[in-house]
Structures are given as C-alpha cells and as structure tokens.
C-alpha cells in the first residue's frame, strides 16, 4: 500500500517536471542566424521559470549575468546566476577541448542546458543562440510560459574579423546609440566596432592637450541641404563629442559583450575639423576653406569676414586642405593625439584612415617639398607613405598596430599595416599578395550607406549606389584570385557605415538592417552552408526581433528580393 502510494506520487512529480520532454519541436523553431555549423534537432522543451538557475564557472560572471538579466526581462521572473549554487538548471563553462576562440557548444534538454565555450567570448556567443531559440517576444518581456526546443549545437566562425563601421562625424550619435549598436554587434555574433571619429565635418574625441578640437572641431555652423552638392546651407549648428569618460564608458560596456573597438584617426586626409582648430596643422593657415558652390553658412562667412579663415567643414567630399606633412609640428600634434587615444583603447589595432588624400597642397607646400627632398622621396606618394609609416613606427613602439585604407598601399605599404580594402577588392588582393592582413570591406557589398533597392524613389536620400540585401548575402570576402597560402590574410569582413546623409539613429537604423544581418552570416557561418532562400526564411523570423527590439529596419528590402 505505502510502495503504490510512493509510485502514484513519484508518477505525479515525474508527470509534472516532464510536461515539456516529449514535446515535438520543428525546423521553425531553430532559425538562426548566423547559421550554426551544426544544428541537431531533439524533442522536448525546456522550462525557464521561477525556480531557474544559472551556475557559471568562476571566470563567467559577465556571461552569467548577461543570460541571467535576459532570462529576467523575458519572464519577469527574477532569474539567479551564481558561481556557487549546483543547483543550476543552466551551466555556462569553459571548455578546453573547443578549439577556435570564438567557438561554443550549445546543449538545450528538457531539463538542463549547457553552454560551454573555449573562451568567454563563446559563452557569450552561446548565449545569443540560445537567445534566438527563445521567441522573439523575450525582448520585450511578454512571455508568460517560457520554453527552450532542445538542442545540440557546435559553433564557431569562419573569420576572425567580423566588424561593423559608423561614422560618428559626418553626423554625431549619443552614447546611448553607441551602446545600442555594439549591443546589435553582439546578437550578430560579431566582434568588432570601427568607430570613425575623426572628419572633415567634425573631430568627436576629447583630448585634453588640445582643447579647440572639441570647443571648434566639434561643431559646423551649417550643412548643405540635399544631395551635394545640395541646394542651400540650413544655417544650423551641428555636433558633439565624446568626454574621454564617456569613451571610457563605452569601451567597458563593448568589453563586456566581447566587441573590440577599434578608434579611427584620420590621417593625413579627411582633416578640415583639426585644421579649423588648429590652423596651423594645414600647409597654407592662411587660405579660407572652400565649401563647395557657394554652400557656407552665413555664421562662417562672417567669421571669415573677421579674418578667421578656416572653419569646420560644411558640405561632403574630399577637400585639398590636408595636414601638412613638411611641418614637424603635424607630428607632434599627431604624436600627442595618439597618446591620449592609446590608453583610452585596449584594442591593438588603431586605424589611422590614410583614404581620400588630394596632394594638391603638398605640391605647392615649401615645407612638403622640402621634406621630399630630404627623405629622398619621388613624388607625393612616398610623401604620404612616409607620413603613414611614420605614424606606423610610432604606434607599433607603443604595442599598437595600424589600420588603414586601402590607399596606403600607393607609395608603398608601412611594414606591418593591415589594409582595409575599400575600393573594390583590387587592394585587399594586393595586400594579401604583399603577405599583409586584409579586412575587406568593398563598397558593391559593404558600404551600407548605398540605396538597398531599384526603387530608389521610394528610399530616403542616400549617397548613391545599390547595395541589396541580397547582395550583401551573396558576398564572399577571400577573392579567388589568391592562391591558398594567400587566403589567411583576409581577416574578415566589415560593414561601412558614412553618415552624410543619416541625420538620425532611426536612419541608421534603416540602412544597416537587414543588411548587416545577411553580413553576420557572410562572415560567420561556413561558405558551404550559404543558402540564399533558406536565409531569407530565418531572416523573416528574425524581423520579429527588430520589432520586438523598437529597431528601424527597410522592410521593403523583404518584398522585393
Ligand atoms: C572611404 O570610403 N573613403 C574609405
Ligand atoms: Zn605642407
């Protein structure tokens, strides 16, 4: 009589703690993206609830408490994460046997899910699977019964650079938006934030050797309205600028979801902003900017009137005021601005631009030509190389590596820089060739500040070119034309992200997504696996997720591909 009872009871547990075993699960459960390496499907589900807990290896804290704060917000049940507790229902571990540093396993059963990376970095990546298995309403907490399909994943990349780019110059965004985005690098699985934070049309960093970069070059006093070169100047000031603490803040925060930020400090080109602080950084201090078609605001006119000449740019392009590269003095000014970026960056890369550099004024510079001389350079194309590799020695004597377009090639490349392939694939190539790393990022599949449709009419103004989703998907980063010792040296692949004509964080929105989602999978899953329609079905599962996220995405990109 007492053994019936016992069994009656222990059926009872055993009935309830397996309502979600033998659940059947189907392909619409597990879209992912990117898509894992491999993906067995089991039966069963299970049960995030109140009595949920998460046990992490010591090292996992970060991890732990990431996965325990989605859990929470998803149940509005408040989820414990712990290093002490073995009653964990979820385990976060580091597992040597995983070879990649990206890698991870990912074991959901109805009653237990392991995630277990090589590095902390997997664990996290782990996470955001299991974060996509759950219904895309987590985001916003709305789920009252909480289920996970099980499942046995193995994982890694198939780059190790897998980044994401925003020009915060052309237009400026708070820091909560730069959280926003790394947050998004994150849930794409990818690893680096390129932030360009130095332009013509405004200098975005602190630095406190000199102060009139921010109080002048972080502001203009108009931008051209339109497409350039535009119809009128809208007379309004325009800018901003990151405190040192707040990069400070950010890095931490990219850190913690394993983003790399990479700072851009553009040189020699691209320098209007530093020059109308500083003029004597330029060739000719004396000689006003030119805003382009007569667009300068009435404010600088005036200023320029009172006799002072150089001012923040106004309008897009490429403009012949550059520093100077004869004067001593553009290094010391270079010298102390890297200083002060070093620290604020664990990042060994820093990518100093080197694109867009017109050598009209180093031509007619008595200081630049002398400095040709000196060197016993040829032409204005050593003289930039030699700016480069000078900036190049003094960055790797203080452990960093450099980082630039695909222009420093010309001239010859600087010993030990990667190239950023920019122009096409033609200088990634070269580069690869020269046996220098390689990011590629060529405008046809990567510059997501293009049109992404036919129907442009129907699109918010954008600089130009098309770039469809679709496209994106169809890219394939290693050219064929390396041989397969060449290959290594492409390191991945980045989305380029110029802002001229983004004057919001809901345009930019706009134009990374869904584009960026078909580049985490380029640079993510195996080159096997790409599969154009079967993407296209995760990719309209995964919209759901922008929506449940409050994100800005081109839904029409979804109609007419
Ligand atoms: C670039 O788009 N100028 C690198
Ligand atoms: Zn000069």
Same mark, same amino acid.
């Given at each position: 009589? @007492? +053994?019936?009872? +016992?069994?009656?009871?222990?059926?009872?547990?055993?009935s309830c703690s397996n309502k979600f075993e033998q659940v059947v699960n189907s392909e619409e459960d597990y879209q992912i993206i990117p898509k894992p390496v491999t993906l067995e499907m089991s039966n069963g589900r299970f049960l995030v609830d109140?009595?949920?807990?998460?046990?992490? $290896?010591?090292?996992?804290? &970060?991890? *732990?408490?990431?996965?325990?704060?989605m859990l929470s917000l998803a149940t509005g049940n408040t989820i414990v994460s712990s290093a002490d507790t073995d009653q964990g229902t979820i385990m976060l571990k580091l597992d040597n046997t995983i070879t990649n540093e990206e890698g991870y396993t990912l074991s959901v059963k109805f009653d237990k899910i392991i995630i277990a990376g090589k590095t902390a970095? *997997?664990?996290?990546?782990?996470?955001?699977?299991? @974060?996509?298995?759950?219904?895309?309403?987590?985001?916003? *907490?709305?789920?009252?019964?909480?289920?996970?399909p099980a499942v046995h994943i193995t994982d890694s990349p198939r780059y190790q650079y897998r980044g994401m780019h925003l020009d915060v110059a052309r237009h400026f965004y708070d820091v909560d938006f730069i959280k926003k985005y790394i947050d998004l690098i994150a849930m794409?699985?990818?690893?680096? +934030?390129?932030?360009?934070l130095t332009e013509d049309q405004g200098w975005r960093i602190e630095i406190k050797k000199y102060p009139k970069l921010t109080e002048i070059g972080a502001f203009r006093n108009g931008t051209i309205v339109g497409h350039h070169p535009g119809t009128e100047n809208d007379n309004k000031k325009d800018g901003g600028f990151y405190t040192q603490e707040q990069i400070k803040e950010i890095v931490a925060y990219a850190t913690k979801r394993h983003v790399t930020v990479i700072p851009e400090i553009e040189l020699p080109g691209h320098s209007s902003s530093a020059i109308a602080a500083y003029p004597y950084l330029s060739c000719f201090p004396k000689e006003p900017t030119v805003v382009t078609n007569d667009m300068m605001s009435e404010k600088s006119k005036e200023l320029q009137a009172a006799g002072t000449p150089k001012v923040v740019q106004e309008t897009w392009g490429v403009f012949n005021d550059v520093y100077c590269a004869g004067k001593e003095e553009t290094f010391t000014f270079l010298q102390d601005v890297l200083d002060e970026v070093i620290p604020l960056f664990p990042s060994t890369y820093i990518h100093i631009g080197g694109d867009e550099c017109p050598k009209e004024n180093w031509k007619r510079c008595p200081n630049c030509q002398s400095r040709i001389k000196k060197e016993g350079l040829h032409d204005e194309h050593e003289l930039q190389s030699y700016f480069i590799q000078r900036i190049e020695k003094y960055l790797n004597a203080k452990g960093k590596q450099i980082i630039g377009w695909d222009e420093i090639l010309e001239g010859g490349l600087a010993p030990n820089a990667t190239v950023m392939s920019w122009r096409g694939t033609k200088g990634g190539i070269e580069a690869a060739k020269q046996h220098h790393d390689v990011i590629m990022t060529p405008g046809h599949s990567c510059y997501f500040d293009h049109y992404q449709s036919k129907d442009k009419d129907n699109e918010p103004l954008a600089i130009g070119g098309k770039t469809t989703v679709k496209d994106v998907y169809a890219y394939e980063p290693t050219p064929k034309e390396l041989a397969a010792d060449e290959q290594k040296y492409i390191l991945g692949a980045q989305g380029n992200v110029w802002t001229e004509y983004m004057g919001t964080t809901d345009h930019v929105e706009y134009m990374i997504l869904p584009r960026m989602t078909a580049l985490s999978e380029v640079v993510w899953s195996t080159k096997a696996s790409k599969d154009w329609d079967d993407f296209k079905w995760r990719l309209e599962h +995964?919209? &759901? @997720?922008? $929506?449940?996220? *409050?994100? &800005?995405?081109?839904k029409h990109t979804f109609k007419s591909e």
């Open positions: 009589m @007492r +053994f019936a009872i +016992f069994i009656t009871i222990c059926s009872l547990v055993t109140s009595d949920t807990k998460i046990q992490y $290896d010591s090292d996992l804290k &970060n991890e *732990g408490s990431y996965l325990a704060e970095k *997997g664990v996290l990546y782990g996470i955001q699977t299991l @974060r996509q298995l759950m219904p895309s309403s987590i985001e916003k *907490g709305q789920v009252a019964e909480l289920t996970i794409h699985k990818m690893n680096t +934030f390129h932030w360009h +995964f919209k &759901n @997720r922008y $929506d449940n996220l *409050g994100l &800005n995405y081109a």
